[in-house]
DNA sequence: GATGAATGAGCCTTCATTCAT
DNA sequence: AATGAATGAAGGCTCATTCAT
């Protein structure tokens, strides 16, 4: 009697125990092996699940992928639309989640942007994730800027959200996401007008 | 007698190859037969210079983090001690030196990123490395605002050139310093005195 | 499932096969690669089983000591309590077991010998057999003779045994074990009251 | 100017190094290049001297044998004709020179021993000098005992010296060579006239 | 669906040997 | 005579993958 939808419990076990094994001996150590056994299965179920280790790295990149662009729609769902200084705190929060803070997460996407680079598969997906910033940016900024300035500002914002990131990620005290979002809202509040934060004042509160 | 004096021939020229391999195939592909070949050596002088593949990959990472330190510090040295926002834009185009831009050594920078998170000596190196932007930054920024916010823009500036950095090497489009330079500067334009850039301006003339 | 208990069929067949490999090609030839061919195995399977060459070395040692041990106390079992002529020569045929004299088992404790003198674990394993044989024959001696002669001759006798067994296995006509019995015996007829012979003629009868 | 005669230099200075290196080490870590080290000269000189690696074995083997021949010559030498009880005791002690109780020289005959095995010129060396212990004895004993007894007495104390001499080697507390002349001086007591040992007494005081 | 024994290619490393100097 | 840089084959080991159960 097999039982019916393993996958649903296999796969997300197992692309969560390849974060938990990055995290604890990076990613050239991570071994099918050592995947399996801290997922508490044989190495061979991996091959039957995810066609081999670059299928399960694939599915675990892609889940990465995904968490954060689940972040951001989550917080942007909460945010009114005409708040605009709201929206755009909205996807600096999106990206500074928790979860996206985790040892294991973070590590994970170190260890993807370097291997995305020889890998068309992954390099695609993670150049429409980091297209994807950039859209939600300049799609609020819009709203208030001329269309070239809103590019150029959505490029500051987002270097802002990915540099803090990166530089959090290889310090010792980790990222600190407070410090983030006021530095990025520092910023927004120099190149924004300055009705929009009291409309978002009094949306706020 | 052998020809002696090898050392600063060969250390260099595997070094090199190292930062080609890793462009070519990528880190994890870099095997030390690989690395020979393109340096046109045989896999064993690896061992006869660095103790090993691990004392290559240190003797690379310590390299390519010397060559960025190198750059900034040639940009400062050619910018007049009084031109505060000139040396604040030496520093960056010191971090978006040609070299720097280079496609081997941007990916050599990810795997390094991705490689020191379970490597002590080279986790330290590279924090070394990153304290010394911020400290460069805030030397100048405190001769203009006070320590609390110097230290709040300096983090602001060295997350817009790490992140305009990375942003650049995941893209296909790769890294354009001289919108790196422009986004940076308009972020200093709304940090500092307009006093310090007609001076700047002077200067330069 | 696989097969499972194969512990039980590939461990003896892989430390055959290494006293097959020195017995052909010299333990400083025996690659696993080598060992692996002969079993008709993958040379990773050692790993698998002894966690690499050394395990499967250290195993082998092992297996020749307790089949020695368990020669000698076969021979022993066999013999009545009050024959102590009987035991010490039940002893010595222990020794000199046919599986003993096997050329693969013979070039298996000279290559033993050397390499356990830079081999804690292996010198340490040789030591306590070294010295069981020495208790074995205490024993019985101590019967029929003063202590301190008992020890003297108990030296004597083991010396015998080893002595006899070197000189055989450098020797191209082989180990004679009857030649050594023979010699044995003597040395003890000179050392031990004639009534134990006697008695041992009877009980032999 | 080419220095002449550094073959008598160099080539005990070599051989010596072996047998230090086999004793710090073992013979299966004895490397060309920590020989070399050791006996410091560069690894390639070894080729020059020796034609290889072999050659140096083969040539420290050679040495450790003509060592032992000499020591048992040298006492034989010093002990008076008809002295048979003397030159027995002599052959003994040669085998018992301190020089052969050296640890490093100790160690090289275990190896020798396990090489010897399979390499036949080795094998035959070792063979002859096996053979010649045997001879030496055989000579003494043949002017006392019935040529049949001497054969048999000769095995005995044969495999006496070289089973106490093994069984010391293998031993922590090494080889004790009083207590080896003892037990073999015990075991010709048995074997010959007593007249042969008042002899002995007379000419020795 | 799941196991883990078994494979064999590929890795890093060691090492005897060669050779330009 | 002597060096030691350089080679490249061979070693032990790791590991993704396969497959009988």
Do not use: C
């Amino acid at each position: 009697m097999p039982k019916v939808g393993m996958d649903k419990v296999r796969k997300p076990q197992l692309i969560k125990a390849v974060m938990q094994v990055v995290d604890e001996v990076g990613f050239h150590s991570a071994s099918v092996a050592l995947i399996g056994r801290t997922a508490n299965v044989s190495p061979g179920i991996i091959n039957h699940y995810f066609g081999g280790k670059d299928g399960l790295i694939e599915a675990t990149m892609r889940s990465v992928l995904q968490a954060l662009s689940l972040s951001v729609r989550r917080e942007l769902a909460q945010t009114a639309d005409e708040d605009i200084v709201g929206r755009l705190q909205a996807i600096v929060r999106g990206n500074f989640d928790p979860h996206q803070l985790d040892s294991s997460v973070v590590k994970t996407w170190l260890a993807f942007w370097a291997y995305a680079m020889h890998h068309p598969v992954l390099f695609r997906l993670q150049h429409v994730n980091e297209k994807r910033l950039l859209s939600h940016l300049r799609r609020e900024l819009k709203r208030v800027l001329p269309t070239e300035r809103a590019d150029f500002v959505a490029k500051g914002i987002a270097a802002l959200i990915d540099g803090i990131w990166l530089r959090g990620a290889l310090n010792p005290e980790g990222i600190d996401s407070d410090l983030a979002l006021a530095i990025i809202t520092d910023y927004l509040e120099r190149q924004l007008p300055a009705e929009l934060f009291d409309l978002h004042q009094r949306l706020s509160a």
